[in-house]
């Protein structure tokens, strides 16, 4: 089994700063892709943001790209979604989710590829 918790979404002003951060525990954090999805009130789940098992490779949606930044501390078991520039439109609930691939050798984007999931922070960004 593996445990993810969210924490640091919060309100914020458009124009502001947020770090979310994504505890794992349960299993070998470091062999495991992760990634950052968020969910708009009736919106389905999209994806935001991936980094490899490494932290060596990243990818993001276009809609973040240049404002969001993703990293993980594989020694802390943590990966953390830096937002900056922050809009209205980035408002949602954030996930963050473990690749259920061994060691994937890219990352992916897809809601189905992620096998664990947290319960989700909520980020909400005023005009």
């Known amino acids: 089994q593996v445990q993810l918790v969210e924490s640091g979404g919060g309100l914020v002003q458009a124009g502001g700063s947020l770090r979310l951060s994504c505890a794992a525990s349960?299993?070998?954090?470091?062999?495991?892709?992760m990634g950052w999805f968020r969910q708009a009130p009736g919106k389905e789940r999209e994806f935001v943001a991936a980094?490899?098992?490494?932290?060596?490779?990243?990818l993001y949606a276009d809609s973040v790209k240049g404002r969001f930044t993703i990293s993980r501390d594989n020694a802390k078991n943590t990966v953390y979604l830096q937002m900056n520039s922050l809009k209205p439109e980035d408002t949602a609930v954030y996930y963050c989710?473990?690749?259920?691939?061994?060691?994937?050798?890219?990352?992916?984007?897809?809601?189905?590829?992620?096998?664990?999931w947290g319960q989700g922070t909520q980020v909400t960004v005023s005009s």
């Open positions: 989710a473990a690749d259920q691939r061994y060691r994937r050798p890219g990352l992916v984007v897809t809601v189905t590829s992620y096998h664990y």
């Open positions: 349960g299993r070998t954090f470091s062999s495991y892709a």
């Open positions: 980094i490899s098992w490494r932290g060596d490779s990243t």
